[in-house]
C-alpha cells in the first residue's frame, strides 16, 4: 500500500497497534509519512486482527482528526494521507475517495472522513474519532490541547474500544506536554517510540549525518531537532509559558479583538541579503489600546535590495512605522530608506546594547500580557524561544540563539523591533493609505 518501500523503524510504528502512541523524532526522517500512512489505513479500513493480520473491512474505517500548531501544517498532512489513499486505491482497482479530495477535508465511499485542524484547545472538543497530533512539544498551550482531545478517544458506549491517539514531534526543552509523556505519570499507557537520525541511518534512511551535521552548524540545535536530546528550558530568555499565555487563534480574532479604539499599524525589520544565508523577516503589529496583536511574519530569503525596498514600501502602504535592522549590509539600505520615508524608517544598529534593549522590551510586552501572538506562527515561536541571555566574563549581556537552516532567531529580532517601533512616540497624524489587494485582505481577515 505504502508508495515506497518502508525502513525498519516505520514497521516497527505500524506494527505498534497501542490505542495511545508517541513518537519523538529527528527531523527527515519520513516520521510523518508513516504516521499519516496508518491515519489512511484506518480510515478506508485496513487494520491488523488480535493475530497480527491485516485486513480490509471497508465498514471498519474510522474517522481521522489531524491536529498541528497550523491549519497550512494539518492541510500538509492530510495532503499525505490523500497520496496514501490513492496508492490504495490503485491497489484495489477502485476509487476510495467520495467526490473530489479538499484541502481541509477528504470523504470516502466508506462514509469515513480525514479533517484537518489547527491546534485551537476550543475546537479540538468537539469531535469523535482518531486523533493525529503533530508537532506536539511545538504546539502552544499543548498541556491544554492533550487535556481536550485525551477523553475524545476513550471508549464509550458506542464505540467499546475506543479510538486511536497518535503524536509525534521533535524536542523542544523539558516545559511542554512532550516532556510531560516521557517522564511524568500522565505518559504511563503511552506506548513510545523514539528514531534519532543515527537510528535511522542503520535502519537504512539515506543521509549523510555529517554533512547534516555541517549545514545546521549549532551543536545545541543539531542535537534538539536530530539526536533527540531534550535541553533544559532555564536558559530560556522567555518562557514557553509565558509566550503561550499571549497567544490567539486567528478563527477566534472577531470575538477577542476589541472592537473599538484607536488602530495603528507598526512593522519591524531584521534585514538578511544571501539566499544562502539567514532570510529577510517582516513583522506587523496591529495596536490596540495598549496592546499590539500580531497580523503578519513574513520571510524571504534571498531578495535583491531592490525587492527588498519595494516590500518595505508594501508595508508602509498599512503601518505607520517600521523599525529596520540596519547593522552591517543593512547600513546603505536604511539610508535610502530614511531618504524615500523619513521619519517612517525607525532605523536600529545592531549592538551589544540595543540587542539587550530589543530583547528586554519583548520580554516585558510578553509577561505584561501587552502583546498577542498567533497561534499558528510555530516558527516565530520557535525562534522566540531560542532566545539565551548569556553574561560575559567582563560582565556584558549578550543574546544568541541556536543557528538552524531557517534562520537565526530572524523572527524573534523582527518581532522585538516591531514591539520597539510600537511604543515611541505616537505617528497616528500619518496619513496611510491602505492600497493593494494583500493589504485590503489582510485588513479583511479582522
Not at 542503520?202 to 543539531?222: H, S, T, W, Y
Not at 500619518?430 to 479583511?444: C, D, E, M, P, Y
Amino acid at each position: 500500500m505504502a508508495v515506497v518501500p518502508l525502513k525498519r523503524y516505520q514497521h516497527r510504528w505500524l506494527s505498534d497497534r497501542s490505542q495511545l502512541k508517541l513518537l519523538t523524532k529527528s527531523r527527515r526522517i519520513g516520521g510523518s509519512f508513516i504516521v499519516t500512512l496508518e491515519d489512511a489505513m484506518e480510515a478506508v479500513g485496513y487494520g491488523y486482527d488480535n493475530y497480527g493480520k491485516p485486513y480490509y473491512r471497508p465498514e471498519r474505517g474510522v474517522d481521522q482528526f489531524l491536529i498541528s500548531a497550523s491549519e497550512n501544517q494539518a492541510q500538509e498532512l492530510l495532503a499525505e494521507c490523500r497520496v496514501h489513499i490513492d496508492g490504495m486505491s490503485a491497489a484495489l482497482g477502485r476509487n476510495l475517495f467520495q467526490g473530489d479530495p479538499g484541502v481541509e477535508r477528504i470523504r470516502l465511499r466508506n462514509g469515513r472522513k480525514l479533517v484537518a485542524l489547527s491546534a485551537n484547545p476550543r475546537t479540538a472538543r468537539g469531535f469523535t474519532g482518531s486523533v493525529t497530533l503533530d508537532e506536539l512539544a511545538h504546539i502552544p498551550r499543548g498541556r491544554e490541547i492533550w487535556t481536550g482531545v485525551f477523553p475524545i478517544t476513550r471508549p464509550n458506549l458506542k464505540r467499546r474500544y475506543g479510538y486511536k491517539l497518535r503524536a509525534l514531534t521533535s524536542t523542544n526543552g523539558d516545559d511542554n506536554i512532550h516532556y510531560d509523556l516521557l517522564t511524568k505519570d500522565i505518559g504511563a499507557m503511552v506506548s513510545k517510540h523514539q528514531i534519532t537520525i543515527h537510528d535511522a541511518v542503520a535502519d537504512g534512511f539515506p543521509i549523510d549525518v555529517e554533512k547534516l551535521r555541517l549545514e545546521v552548524g549549532d551543536p545545541d540545535a543539531f542535537a534538539q531537532e536530530y539526536e533527540c536530546a531534550i535541553l533544559s528550558a532555564n536558559s530560556r530568555y522567555i518562557s514557553a509559558e509565558s509566550y503561550d499565555a499571549c497567544v490567539y487563534y486567528p478563527e477566534d480574532a472577531a470575538s477577542e479583538m476589541p472592537s473599538g479604539g484607536h488602530r495603528t499599524w507598526y512593522a519591524g525589520m531584521d534585514v538578511g541579503r544571501k539566499s544562502d544565508g539567514d532570510p529577510s523577516v517582516i513583522t506587523t503589529l496591529q495596536r490596540i489600546g495598549d496592546t499590539n496583536w500580531q497580523m503578519e511574519c513574513e520571510s524571504r530569503r534571498g531578495a535583491g535590495w531592490e525587492d527588498q525596498e519595494a516590500w518595505v514600501a508594501e508595508t508602509l502602504r498599512r503601518s505607520q512605522r517600521i523599525a529596520i535592522d540596519v547593522t552591517g549590509m543593512g547600513d546603505q539600505f536604511g539610508e535610502r530608506l530614511v531618504k524615500q520615508f523619513g521619519a517612517r524608517i525607525d532605523p536600529v544598529q545592531f549592538t551589544v546594547k540595543t540587542k539587550e534593549m530589543l530583547a528586554t522590551g519583548l520580554k516585558l510586552a510578553i509577561e505584561r500580557k501587552k502583546i498577542r501572538l498567533r497561534a499558528d506562527d510555530i516558527e516565530l515561536r520557535r525562534d522566540v524561544l531560542a532566545l539565551r541571555r548569556h553574561v560575559t566574563s567582563h560582565g556584558n549581556v549578550t543574546f544568541e540563539a541556536e543557528r538552524t537552516k531557517t534562520g537565526h532567531a530572524d523572527r524573534a529580532w523582527a518581532l522585538a523591533l516591531a514591539v520597539h517601533t510600537a511604543s515611541g512616540p505616537d505617528s497616528s497624524n500619518v496619513k496611510v493609505t491602505v492600497v493593494g489587494s494583500r493589504a485590503s485582505n489582510q485588513l479583511n481577515k479582522f
